[in-house]
């Protein structure tokens, strides 16, 4: 007598498996509030040079970005007013640029973000590089930075010798990566990241345009009897360093200084003047969206090496 069976329990996504020539990159994101700038435009960069692109995910359905990155909306100080809300001025200043949110709705349509990983799931050995965007957004974020899965599987991937990229709040995760040794995998390495000048200079008018939540460019906010910025970005991850000079900002006689620091002026596929970006080895690093171009290309070049080095 047939007596049914047991549901079977749903056994892992494995990534999309392209033609073995080319490079596989994964990206992981939280639930939500990631920067749609430093994924979506990372993953068009890449697909653009030739790359596979994989996501991953805390329980492997789509995430989504910070809506205020995206539509302004609630950059306003009249933001908390409903009938007001769609009243955008300052917030297409602070939102993400046009080719951000076009690069942003082509992300949402591809198939491999509509069908992520779970972060559980990951092994290092079916990728070749790591990207790890940012986003400053404590409700959603924290989950991201504060992943002890996450953590392990960047140590992993340092481990291994594979290329991983990080930007913005990208390098705080990893900073509290920890390898074999108890140290951070930066430990010993060159790196940027969100610098204190760009954290702080948001934060300030966060305070005036968002005064019903003034702490919504800091992720984490400083304690009690510790100085302003200590829990900065910068800071936390300069902290994990083998010395305070090896957090890198833009030297002040560098060529168009101004356009790489003033906060408003980014990169673009074609012009990389404003932007910063730091190699060490296979790790590269940046700042924040308005390096990302030439953070995902100088990526794309990077384990681009690594494959062909491999094979």
Known sequence: MWRGTKA???PPKVPPQPEPSVPKVLIPIP?????????????????RLGHSVAFATPDGRPGAADEMMITGE?????????????????????RANA????????MEQDRAFKSPLRWSDVRPQDFDGLLLPGGHRARGMRQYLESAVLQNLVAEF?????????????VLLVARSRGADGRSVLYGRRTTALTWALEQAGWKVGRIVRFWDPNYYRTYQDGPGEPEGYMSVQQEVTRALA?????????????????????????????????FVVRDGNYVSARWPGDVHTFAKQFAAVVAESVGASR
């Open 99 to 106: 080719e951000a949110r076009h690069d942003y709705a082509a």
């Open 74 to 94: 609630g950059l306003d100080p009249w933001g908390l007013v409903p009938g007001l809300k769609h009243l955008v001025l300052i917030g297409r200043l602070m």
């Open 8 to 10: 079977q329990a749903r």
């Open 243 to 275: 010395r305070p000079q090896d957090f890198l900002d833009v030297p002040v006689a560098a060529p168009h200084f101004g356009r790489r620091t003033n906060g408003m002026t980014r990169d673009t596929f074609d012009d990389d003047s404003p932007a």
């Open 158 to 170: 340092f481990a291994a010798g594979l290329p991983v990229a990080a930007i913005c709040h990208g």
């Open 31 to 47: 639930s939500r509030d990631f920067d749609p700038t430093e994924a979506a435009v990372s993953w068009s960069v890449l697909k």
